[in-house]
């Protein structure tokens, strides 16, 4: 075989790849979101206050929070392809758990479990998308993160369709997924152990120590800022994804079935917006993007609180296409200042957004038990309003410079 025809094979073969880890974002984000999607079910059948709903997304967000970046920073120096498919057992064991849960302390305890699986998936999954991507890391990064949105957004429609109507048994039904997540991700991570033994690691370790070169206060700044940027992004989807369903079903008296739907256009909108989101980065600047994504929120989710049952739906998709623009670039733009150190970022961004959506979970179901739900939804939508600190942000230029 001629060297062009070996090149085209592997490029193909390694775009399969990258689809193959978007396949199981989706797959592992569905049945994680399934969870909160279904929180409406589980307090009518065990008599949950907001308070216990809180504590059990606290469970689920946390497990992911605290292990992803130790995985990530882990698997930068050992990379381990065997996690892949170890991780989606942890959630198939999740979701059996869920389906003969019979009180609060056993939900946590399978929260847990589905928490454990998607912190194993989200680092070594973006590595393998580094990996696959050639010179399109930006597109890359996109192509990954939409399959979790594409998971994100369908998991209110299978809470309305497939959960509501049959109880906890449904989730039996997500199994399945669990079982196809775990041969796609076997698939994938026999090609990963190929790659790992093809590259250079002498190579790969002195490039890890370059990043070190970069002043430590201005990584840490530059860190610090986007931290909160995901802080005002997370929170404020904790408490759409969380507590939006009994704002919409109090406020305009409808069921379930129709506060779902906006959280459908929610998750639908932010996967469009995901995947447009690398590419416009690499048109107009991350930095750009960035600001926009979480800033250009605000007007819309300011309305949100005070729109009827139709107009929500339109602003929820407003909302998920910006909101969900800039995670992917978020975490591109951080990987280009400490290039040696892809799973660690991975790892920190995706660790770091699950624990601020429990801790938020947890505050904002507090409160609602204080306040109402209509209050906490009313404060969430000023949330977007920290995008303004995206202006801080060294120019995209001015980051790889230093």
């Known amino acids: ?111 847990a479990f589905i928490g454990v699986g998607s912190s194993v998936l989200h680092p070594e999954s973006s590595r393998v998308a580094h990996l696959a991507a050639g010179n399109s890391k930006g597109l890359a990064q996109s192509i990954f993160q939409v399959g979790g949105n594409t998971g994100q957004a ?122 447009l989101g690398g590419p416009l980065a690499d048109r107009f600047g991350r930095k750009k993007i960035i600001w926009f994504s979480i800033l250009g929120t605000a007007p819309f989710s300011l309305w949100l609180p005070y729109a009827g049952p139709v107009a929500s739906v339109f602003l929820c998709l407003a909302i998920g296409a910006i909101l969900m623009s800039g995670f992917s670039v978020i975490i591109v733009y951080a990987q280009e200042m400490l290039p040696g150190k892809v799973g660690t970022i991975a790892g920190l961004f995706f660790g770091l957004s699950f624990g601020m959506a429990g801790l938020g979970s947890v505050v904002l179901g507090w409160l609602i038990d204080q306040t109402g739900v209509a209050f906490v939804i009313q404060l969430c939508a000023y949330l977007p309003l920290i995008g303004i600190l995206a202006l801080l942000l060294p120019k995209d230029s001015r980051l790889m410079s230093q």
């Open 154 to 275: 369908l998991a209110p429609l299978m809470a309305a369709y497939i959960i509501s109507p049959q109880g906890q048994l449904g989730f039996l039904w997500f199994t399945l997924l669990a079982l196809i997540g775990i041969v796609v991700q076997r698939y994938v991570s026999r090609w990963y152990t190929g790659q790992i033994h093809l590259q250079n690691r002498p190579e790969r370790r002195s490039s890890g120590e370059s990043d070190f070169t970069r002043p430590k206060v201005f990584v840490f700044f530059v860190l610090g800022t986007l931290i909160m940027l995901l802080f005002s992004k997370f929170v404020y989807l904790a408490g759409m994804t969380g507590f939006y369903s009994f704002y919409y079903m109090e406020r305009y008296q409808l069921p379930l079935e129709s506060a779902q739907m906006s959280l459908f256009a929610l998750q639908f909108s932010g996967m469009l917006g995901t995947l």
């Open 1 to 111: 075989m001629s060297q062009p025809a070996t090149v085209g094979t592997a490029r193909q073969t390694a775009n399969f790849m990258l689809l193959g880890v978007s396949m199981a974002h989706l797959l592992n984000d569905a049945m994680q979101n399934i969870v909160p999607a279904a929180f409406p079910i589980f307090q009518k059948s065990m008599q949950l206050s907001f308070t216990q709903i809180g504590w059990v997304a606290f469970t689920l967000n946390l497990t992911a929070s605290v292990l992803q970046p130790l995985i990530g920073s882990y698997t930068d120096r050992k990379p381990m392809p065997a996690l892949l498919p170890l991780g989606m057992v942890f959630t198939l064991l999740g979701m059996i758990g869920l389906a003969f849960s019979s009180g609060l302390w056993m939900l946590i305890v399978s929260a």
